[in-house]
């Protein structure tokens, strides 16, 4: 096994987007303004194949590219994102300097069960997948099929995770889940140090906003991920796509549209204006960007670092409240 992925101080102090360094909140943890996520790694493979020689690639792009976090989760292409990240880890030799790994915890896939007993194996299941003892930063994933009260019990999800940091195994939790009434219940119990939430800050959907401003005032590393809401704010208004996983509806693709033609007037790439609308705001610690793909690690870079007039954020919002508003769901 490799040693813990601990942050080294030989990775790069700055480079054209990267925007330098931010502290991940209470942690104390360095991470770049953008971190990759891989929920999309080695999809590309069966279930129960070895990672691709494409997906490899990725995965050592992502951890030795500009960026220090890389973001997976036990459940991502059940189980094939760690995978993949493990033959990366694997290839390079051992975990790299100045990174910073992050996965969750995820309840049964078959059976929905997701209490402390459950969190152990996935805690298990991820380190062996990715062939390192210990995680900095690990999260508590999308629990829905529990109820708050169910993971806050004794013998639930939570009491298990706080083992596992009292015993060194994990530096920090996190909480990671869309909807936003339950990420805040998580967040006030005061045991996690990080706080993922994902297509609710995006050129199309504000209503994490306050919550963003609330939850870095009360020292969290807020993370947002999502910034092209799973695509559509990257590659454009077209037939058929989705934003945040669900068809888009014609007013959504209708504002998109809108987006893109002061895109062009403003001289600025959709998918760099939707990564800057969330690496601008200062509350928010670091933006997840998913891929799979090796070179959109440097295409990424060129976004973040891509000149944007002040003016054009005005223009954004004079196109007035953007059309999807999940509230606190
Ligand atoms: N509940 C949770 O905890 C939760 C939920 C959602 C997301 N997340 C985290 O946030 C990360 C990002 O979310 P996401 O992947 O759903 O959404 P996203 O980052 O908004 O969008 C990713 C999609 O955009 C495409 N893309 C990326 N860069 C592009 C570019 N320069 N040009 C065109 N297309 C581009 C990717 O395709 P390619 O593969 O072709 O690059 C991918 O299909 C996830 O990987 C995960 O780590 C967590």
Not at 58 to 79: C, H, I, R, W
Not at 174 to 183: D, H, N, Q, R, Y
Request: net charge negative; charged share 20%.
């Amino acid at each position: 096994m490799t040693a813990q992925p601990q942050q080294g101080t030989s990775g790069p102090t700055s480079s054209p987007g990267t925007g330098g360094r931010r502290v991940l909140g209470r942690t104390g943890l360095e991470v770049s303004e953008v971190s990759l996520g891989a929920a999309l790694l080695g999809q590309d493979r069966e279930l129960g194949g070895t990672p691709s020689e494409q997906a490899v690639a990725a995965a050592v792009a992502m951890l030795t590219g500009p960026f220090v976090a890389v973001d997976s989760s036990n459940s991502y292409g059940q189980g094939r994102s760690e995978l993949a990240l493990g033959a990366g880890i694997a290839a390079l030799g051992g975990f790299p300097d100045g990174k910073l790994l992050m996965t969750k915890a995820d309840r049964d896939l078959a059976t929905g069960r997701f209490d402390g007993d459950r969190v152990l194996r996935s805690f298990e299941e991820s380190t062996r997948r990715l062939g390192v003892d210990v995680l900095p930063v690990y999260q508590l994933h999308d629990p829905y099929t529990v109820s708050f009260a169910e993971a806050m019990a004794p013998g639930g999800a939570v009491e298990a995770l706080v083992r596992l940091r009292d015993e060194g195994a994990v530096g920090h939790l996190g909480i990671a889940a869309g909807t936003l009434s339950l990420v805040s219940a998580y967040v006030d119990t005061g045991v996690f140090d990080v706080v993922l939430t994902h297509n609710r800050f995006t050129l199309l959907n504000r209503s994490a906003a306050d919550l963003v401003e609330d939850w870095a005032a009360r020292g969290l590393g807020v993370i947002n991920g999502a910034p092209f809401g799973g695509g559509l704010l990257a590659r454009g208004a077209k037939p058929g796509a989705s934003y945040a996983y669900e068809p888009a509806d014609e007013p959504v693709l209708r504002f998109v549209a809108r987006l893109e033609d002061l895109c062009r007037e403003w001289e600025v790439p959709l998918p760099a204006a939707a990564l800057q609308l969330s690496t601008r705001n200062p509350a928010i610690a670091t933006t997840l960007v998913g891929t799979a793909n090796p070179d959109r690690v440097a295409q990424t870079q060129a976004l973040a670092a891509h000149p944007v007039p002040e003016g054009f954020w005005s223009a954004v919002d004079a196109l007035g409240t953007p059309p999807v508003d999940f509230g606190t769901d």
